[in-house]
């Protein structure tokens, strides 16, 4: 057997310090939940997340390039809330792109920030037990080697948040920035980077009225004795730029005690900030404070090229800003915004909004940025040269939730999932000549509840469930279906009689339909939707859309109408099925008895419930399915039970219980699966008794024909549908994140080959 990786869909972690973009080889690396994933933004294929590689077993906050000691290969290093590091080496060989060197154990918090001096091999990093720690990285023959030079605490105790680390070029000296849940930024100096000097604290830099999270040092000019700048971001909505001067003319006696006094007044002033290394002293200076945006900043970058020194910030507002000095006065002015500049700013997903924006990264050239945000989605802007315009390019997306539910489309054209991030997303993939990738091309949904399930009735309709007693049934708008039927499926869709797009009213979770939504509020423009989705639904049947839909259209242009709600269920809805030929949907909520544990059955036609419900579990209904010709219904639960009911009539949607085991599993059942029909009744449970069993039926009577054993407890199993000769093709997943592949003899059930998906 063999099987291909074709799309990873995985959302940035919401840390500014949790991406990072390489300046050597183009490859933009951030945190995915534990994952750290790889992708090339200015690709010219744009196929998305080359590789997810796993590893942490907290979700990861810092990542960060560096090449030690200039030598090869290029480094990785990513820290995570599991307190360690782990450090990566270049494999362009490998399907992951790196290897995993060493990791390196001391921090007893979260690591969130951490910064290199890649010519030395220093590595620097600051996590949430208060302390910052120096790190010696070497590579030789014998491998990868991680000394601790030194452990910092923070007085008074405060999580550090950002670190920058900057050496002078006449100097072996080395300066250290840090900052975090206090207003200050701490500096701390060595004389040499080697092993044997310490890092001592110099100076507090006052000012700023929140934490402090994001810290980065340019050098202004290329000459040895230029000054650097320290750009720091904070949360009170200000970036502070601070001046560090090497002085030459100035008495020994203004350096007493290494450390200016800290003032109690927050103002604007020159202060100087005098501080001495060895024989050499040194000033921080207030440069200058940079205003215009409206909410936390959370990441501040700088770019140095012939034309300059430019500051990239990502903040809270849904914008990005990029500053400059103007050559004339050297007054520091915002030369470009970028990002979400509507008057639907806000952080509410009633609003549609992105949420802000958690970080920001320069390429190499200084010529793109991108941006993570709220919704895990990343977004591209390529500057034009000839113009000087920034315009944006089609990036990737993914949940920045635990995804619960996966449904194909009727047709298999598109995939639809939903997760705990409260959102439904439509994937799909862009035919294009000479080339095919996958990409969100819709977001249908985005709601106030954690989704658990999804089903789609039919190509142009879906029934999700949430933690809510009720289940949604949506439409596809007319804008989508011409999205799709251009960019992916290239045909017409048979039904015409699409609605338009719809928007949420604010404080609502239903999608209305833009008409419906006017109708409702008569005209008034605090509620109806904004003003240029007229523009969308009149450009899509205008023109041709050139790529898939950008972060800004999919957060709030590509939600479907809600056309039903169903009620019946007592508790949160916890499992859903649609039947093959769509006629009907079965339905299951939380319970902890018989009453609640019922499978109710709706019929998609008029959407009425057809009684009575089936009874059978005592406990949650954790999966159902109907089987290929739709005569059956599978279910199991948490109450270790599977069942089996059986079709009254040929064309009535009713069902009766037809077989069952209490004790199917020695712990709960968590999935199943109907195989092909061809070979008769054949379905697999899965269980966290760590074990996937094959049933087959006969005369209405179940047994257990082969047990496979797995290392870890088994969360869902899934039958291919099509018969490979004689054999069966099942899937299953694991709560660790592996997902295995069997090749299962059709006669016997037997097991004749399989595959983990990390062994490609």
């Not at 290394?277 to 440069?287: G, L, N, T």
């Not at 069966?728 to 709560?735: C, E, P, R």
């Amino acid at each position: 057997m063999k099987a291909d990786a074709r799309y990873y869909a995985a959302g940035g972690n919401r840390h500014p310090s949790a991406a990072d973009w390489d300046t050597k080889t183009g490859l933009l690396a951030y945190g995915a939940g534990r994952n750290l994933a790889i992708w090339e933004p200015q690709e010219d294929g744009r196929n998305g997340v080359k590789a997810l590689i796993p590893g942490h077993t907290g979700n990861i906050n810092a990542v960060k390039f560096f090449s030690a000691c200039g030598q090869q290969p290029t480094l990785l290093l990513t820290g995570s809330v599991d307190a360690t590091i782990r450090v990566w080496g270049a494999a362009p060989d490998s399907p992951c792109y790196f290897d995993h060197l060493t990791t390196l154990i001391g921090h007893t918090g979260a690591v969130n920030c951490i910064t290199t001096l890649g010519e030395d091999g220093i590595a620097v990093s600051g996590a949430s037990d208060g302390t910052i720690r120096i790190w010696h990285i070497t590579i030789s023959h014998e491998g990868t080697r991680a000394t601790l030079l030194q452990t910092l605490d923070l007085r008074p105790k405060a999580f550090v948040l950002a670190v920058a680390i900057y050496r002078p070029k006449n100097h072996d000296h080395v300066i250290l920035a840090a900052g975090g849940t206090r207003n200050v930024v701490e500096i701390y100096a060595t004389s040499s980077s080697c092993a044997a000097s310490e890092y001592t604290h110099k100076a507090t830099l006052t000012g700023h009225e929140s934490w402090i999270r994001s810290l980065d040092f340019t050098t202004e000019g290329s000459f040895d004795t230029a000054d650097a700048i320290l750009a720091s971001a904070s949360q009170d909505k200000f970036v502070r730029l601070w001046r560090l001067r090497q002085l030459t003319d100035v008495a020994p006696s203004s350096f007493g005690g290494g450390c200016s006094a800290v003032t109690d007044i927050v103002t604007l002033s020159n202060k100087s900030y005098k501080f001495s290394i060895d024989q050499s002293k040194y000033a921080f200076v207030f440069e200058a404070l940079l205003l215009g945006h409206e909410d936390w900043i959370y990441s501040a970058k700088w770019h140095t090229s012939s034309s300059g020194s430019f500051l990239l910030t990502a903040s809270a507002d849904n914008s990005l800003a990029i500053w400059k000095a103007e050559s004339a006065s050297g007054v520091w002015i915002c030369s470009t915004r970028l990002g979400d500049l509507s008057a639907q700013k806000g952080s509410t997903t009633a609003t549609g909004s992105i949420g802000g924006f958690w970080t920001g990264l320069w390429s190499s050239d200084g010529q793109s940025v991108v941006s993570l945000g709220r919704t895990g989605s990343w977004r591209l802007w390529r500057c034009s040269k000839e113009a000087a315009v920034w315009n944006q390019r089609s990036a990737i997306s993914g949940h920045t939730g635990d995804v619960r539910a996966l449904a194909w489309s009727m047709e298999g054209t598109y995939v639809l999932s939903t997760s705990a991030d409260q959102t439904t997303r439509l994937h799909a993939p862009w035919k294009r000549a000479g080339n095919e990738s996958w990409h969100e091309f819709a977001r249908p949904q985005i709601h106030g509840y954690d989704l658990n399930c999804i089903a789609a009735v039919s190509d142009t309709q879906f029934v999700s469930g949430a933690e809510e007693k009720l289940l949604r049934v949506f439409d596809q708008p007319r804008p989508v279906a011409k999205l799709l039927n251009t960019l992916s499926t290239g045909k017409e869709p048979a039904d015409e009689s699409f609605p338009e797009v719809a928007n949420i009213p604010v404080l609502g979770l239903s999608n209305k339909s833009v008409d419906a939504t006017r109708e409702q509020n008569h005209g008034s423009e605090s509620i109806r939707s904004p003003s240029h989705i007229e523009d969308l639904v009149d450009s899509s049947t205008a023109c041709e859309p050139a790529s898939p839909p950008s972060e800004d259209l999919l957060s709030r242009h590509t939600l479907w109408p809600e056309h039903e709600k169903l009620y019946g269920h007592g508790f949160e809805v916890s499992a859903l099925s649609c039947s093959n030929d769509g006629t009907c949907i079965a339905t299951a909520c939380k319970a902890t008895s018989i009453e609640h544990a019922a499978i109710r059955i709706y019929r998609t036609k008029d959407w009425r419930e057809i009684n009575p419900a089936l009874k059978s579990h005592a406990l949650t209904v954790t999966c159902l399915r109907f089987s290929g010709d739709d005569k059956f219904i599978l279910s199991v639960g948490r109450d270790r039970q599977w069942s089996v009911f059986a079709r009254a009539e040929p064309n009535e949607a009713r069902y009766y219980l037809s077989a069952s085991d209490p004790k199917g599993h020695a712990r709960m059942i968590l999935g199943a699966s109907w195989a092909p029909v061809e070979f008769g009744l054949v379905f697999a449970t899965a269980s966290r008794d760590k074990t996937i069993k094959l049933w087959r039926g006969e005369s209405n009577a179940y047994s257990c024909r082969n047990t496979i054993a797995a290392t870890s407890a088994v969360t869902d199993v899934s039958f291919h549908q099509r018969i490979r000769g004689q054999y069966y093709i099942l899937a299953a997943g694991l709560d660790t994140g592996d997902v295995f592949i069997y090749s299962v003899l059709g006669s016997h059930l037997e097991v004749s080959a399989s595959l983990r998906l990390d062994d490609l």
